[in-house]
């Protein structure tokens, strides 16, 4: 049998890094066929209507109020990432109309609070021709944890950058 010398822990600034290389390789999705009113110049002019936001996961690890709080974020920040996407769009909080995009924040809460933890932000784009897209990213809890109150807004920014 070989004895292989036993690993060195980690530094806490080694660690602090590995955890920052990990939030930048985050794992990212959007479907492989885009539909074609996904472009620039259809989002930019795009009336967008944010839906209730979800808390998917394991959403007991926050209390109710905390629970209320991070869904008025999400809403918030996710419609202020994409005002600030596109400028020229128009964000409404009243009915649908025929040519609105509906957009659902969803956060998939981790099965537990653990710093080397991750989540998934997520922004589902239902568009009135009857397509769908998701566009999701992961992130670490401890890159979320330094944002603190901003956590949602920078999640939805970086969603919002990888949008046509």
Same mark, same amino acid.
């Given at each position: 049998m070989v004895?292989?010398?036993?690993?060195?822990?980690?530094?806490a600034?080694?660690?602090?890094?590995l955890?920052g290389?990990?939030?930048?390789?985050a794992?990212?999705?959007?479907p492989?066929?885009?539909?074609?009113?996904?472009?620039?110049?259809?989002?930019?002019?795009?009336?967008f209507?944010?839906a +209730?936001?979800?808390?998917?996961? %394991?959403?007991?690890l /926050?209390?109710?109020?905390q629970?209320?709080?991070i869904?008025?974020? &999400?809403?918030?920040?996710s419609?202020?990432?994409?005002?600030?996407?596109y400028?020229?769009?128009?964000?409404?909080?009243?009915?649908?109309?025929s040519?609105?995009?509906?957009?659902?924040? /969803? &956060?998939?809460?981790?099965a537990?609070?653990?710093?080397?933890?991750?989540?998934t932000?997520?922004?589902?784009f +239902?568009?009135?021709?009857g397509?769908?897209?998701?566009?999701?990213?992961?992130?670490?809890?401890?890159?979320?944890?330094q944002r603190?109150?901003?956590?949602? %807004?920078?999640?939805f +920014?970086?969603?919002?950058?990888?949008?046509?």
């Amino acid at each position: 049998m070989v004895r292989l010398p036993h690993p060195r822990p980690l530094s806490a600034a080694a660690a602090l890094a590995l955890l920052g290389l990990t939030a930048a390789l985050a794992q990212t999705s959007a479907p492989a066929t885009l539909p074609a009113a996904w472009t620039h110049e259809r989002l930019s002019q795009a009336t967008f209507v944010i839906a +209730d936001p979800e808390i998917r996961g %394991n959403a007991g690890l /926050v209390n109710d109020s905390q629970r209320a709080g991070i869904l008025k974020a &999400m809403r918030k920040d996710s419609g202020d990432a994409l005002k600030r996407r596109y400028p020229q769009a128009v964000l409404s909080s009243g009915a649908i109309s025929s040519n609105a995009i509906r957009v659902t924040p /969803v &956060m998939e809460a981790p099965a537990a609070l653990r710093p080397w933890s991750s989540l998934t932000a997520s922004l589902t784009f +239902d568009l009135p021709e009857g397509s769908t897209v998701v566009v999701k990213q992961r992130f670490s809890l401890l890159t979320l944890w330094q944002r603190g109150s901003g956590a949602a %807004n920078f999640a939805f +920014d970086q969603i919002a950058n990888r949008l046509p």
